[in-house]
């Protein structure tokens, strides 16, 4: 039976939660209404669909959200000083802990969304962290931090790195911007 902001169709049992954006349910199109003050109607649209006799939610997981940047990423250039900036970081490693300070509007820069953007950020890595991933070479400095128990996946790439500091020594390598 549909209620008001339902539609059923006559042959099978599908409800409709957003009756005016079209969205197609096994092969059948229908539409549901979307609220010009709410972005998500949309969305949720075309990701759910109600089916009544097994009150089954049917989600879109090949559908990956985009997560925007407070600001535009900027292009990503051959970064001349990164034989420099990657020496610089190998031997502060070998001391110990590292922070990297870095621009994360730079393109190719993955750090958790809500870091995006910020024109610096300082990351701290380090052997004794026991990082199954840590990696790093001449095109950055990678691997899985944790950000408030949870790990994320960050790629820094040179280019997109301003100062180095060791915690160890207390030397600080600061880099001019290609810019």
């Not at 990956?64 to 190998?90: G, H, L, N």
């Not at 509007?105 to 962290?129: A, K, T």
């Not at 944790?146 to 880099?175: E, K, M």
């Amino acid at each position: 039976m549909a209620t008001d902001g339902e539609e059923q169709e006559s042959d099978e049992k599908i409800t409709v939660l957003f009756p005016d954006a079209e969205t197609e349910i096994e092969g059948k199109k229908t539409t549901a209404p979307s609220d010009p003050s709410d972005g998500h109607h949309e969305e949720q649209a075309s990701e759910e669909a109600v089916d009544d006799k097994d009150n089954v939610v049917h989600l879109d997981f090949d559908r990956r959200p985009t997560a925007k940047s407070p600001r535009p990423k900027r292009e990503i250039r051959p970064d001349e000083s990164a034989k420099a900036k990657f020496e610089v970081f190998q031997l502060m490693i070998e001391e110990g802990m590292v922070m990297v300070s870095l621009d994360t509007g730079v393109e190719g820069v993955e750090v958790p969304p809500r870091f995006e953007g910020l024109p610096e950020l300082h990351l701290n890595f380090s052997h004794m962290f026991h990082i199954d991933d840590f990696d790093y070479d001449l095109e950055g400095v990678r691997a899985s931090l944790s950000f408030q128990g949870t790990r994320y996946f960050c790629d820094i790439p040179w280019a997109s790195v301003s100062r180095l500091y060791s915690h160890n020594s207390g030397h600080v390598a600061v880099f001019e911007s290609d810019d």
